[in-house]
């Protein structure tokens, strides 16, 4: 079992909601909660390598954080026009 650590000031939680969402057919998924970040612990499935689903986890967490982040901006911008 590997686990991730983000840092609540830098990733969005619903972000990383979405990917235990999507990843959870995968493998097995589980989250601890503390005060400055979210903690996801992996243990990967039969289909596919431990240490493949852990890049993969949070490259897709990463990525949904700056989706979001930019729609925020987006949203900002359109408030300030």
């Known amino acids: 079992m590997t686990s991730i650590q983000f840092h609540k000031e830098i990733y969005v939680e619903a972000a ?3 990917s ?3 990843f959870s057919s995968f493998g097995t998924f589980s989250r601890i909660d503390t005060d400055d970040s979210i903690q996801i612990s992996v ?3 039969q289909e596919i390598e431990q240490s493949e689903l852990v890049g ?3 490259n897709y ?3 949904e954080t700056i989706k979001s982040l930019r729609a925020q901006d ?3 911008g359109k408030l300030v026009q």
């Open 16 to 18: 990383i909601e979405q």
């Open 20 to 22: 235990l969402e999507i």
């Open 74 to 76: 987006s949203d900002v």
């Open 61 to 63: 967490v990463l990525v």
């Open 56 to 58: 993969e986890f949070s």
């Open 43 to 45: 243990e990967g499935g």
